[in-house]
């Protein structure tokens, strides 16, 4: 999938979700994945940086989640 | 005797007789449908009752003039129910003739010694697969005797560098990469608890750099659960990224 889902850890961390061929649409995946009550993103896999030099430093706005909440 | 048309089938046919316990009524019940009274030949007290007169008769329906006694003795005869039993000829019998679903596997003479279909090809000359009374499938393919198979419920291949990305799964929904070095893999379908078998590889081409040993994050209570399996690679205490990720669960 050419998809990425973003949400926020409790530490302020950010995790992103591949999400698999598995016959699930990346909202299913989103709803099914993403731990619950914690909200999420959805973007193009280009927005998300290869460079992970940083990666524990990445970051994101809480107001920028807004796809769902997982279930 | 030569015949014009088809040579009839070999059969025979027979009247039908039923005999009926009689009492003070007019009405009696047919064990065959017929369309009027003259399809039987009605006996009461061994004396032949006309027809439409002396009674009508409907699909079951038999009805009397006037009602019998218990002592009388009555019967009758089926005149337009012949029954007829035929023998169909060898080899006559297609598939038209039978109904959908007919063919019972009380019908079939097991054990079959030899199985096809569109998707399994049996050539074994010996018990080679078998379900066990308990569901479990067992098959030999060189283990040396049939035995209980114990199947890979998940598993992906994942390239956690760069941009991650899952290169082939099966049930595994997403790969979760919460941070240098660290994945969760959530399963698609659930597992049935957390005794399923982990087998985890990571490897890199020669040259390329130490891309760390898979551990598991034992401080992370939710490291293994029904739903998903969390591990990191490290060296040391330093978590790293790693560029091929095989995860196998056995269950």
Known sequence: MDKRIIYKNDDGTISIIIPANCGLTVEQIAQKDVPTGKSYKIVNVSEISSDRTFRNAWTIDDAQLTDGVGE | ?251
């Open chain 2, 1 to 251: 005797m030569a015949y014009i048309g088809n040579i009839p089938a070999e059969k025979y046919s027979a009247f039908q007789k039923q005999d009926f316990t009689t009492s003070a009524t007019t009405s009696y019940t047919l064990d065959n449908p017929v369309a009027n009274a003259n399809e039987l030949a009605l006996f009461i007290n061994f004396v032949r009752q006309e027809p439409t007169t002396a009674y009508s008769a409907s699909g079951t329906s038999l009805t009397l003039t006037s009602a019998t006694a218990s002592s009388d003795d009555m019967y009758c005869v089926y005149l337009g129910k012949a029954v007829q039993t035929v023998n169909p000829p060898n080899a006559s019998v297609g598939a038209s003739q039978l109904v959908d679903g007919s063919v019972t596997s009380a019908k079939i003479n097991y054990p079959l010694t030899t199985f096809s279909s569109t998707g399994i090809d049996d050539n074994a000359s010996a018990n080679a697969l078998t379900i066990d009374s308990s569901s479990n499938l067992q098959f030999n393919s060189g283990f040396g005797s049939v035995a209980t198979a114990y199947g890979v419920r998940a598993w992906v291949n994942f390239n956690g560098t760069g941009t991650v990305a899952i290169q082939d799964s099966g049930n595994v929904s997403s790969v979760t990469d919460n941070g240098t070095g660290e994945y969760t893999i959530n399963f698609a379908s659930n597992f049935p608890d957390v005794n399923y078998c982990h087998l985890v590889g990571g490897s890199q081409g020669v040259g390329v750099g130490n891309n760390g040993l898979p551990v598991l994050n034992l401080n992370n209570a939710s490291y293994k659960s029904v739903s998903s399996f969390r591990l990191m690679f490290a060296v040391g205490n330093t978590t790293t990224d790693n560029s091929d990720i095989n995860l196998a669960f056995v269950r």
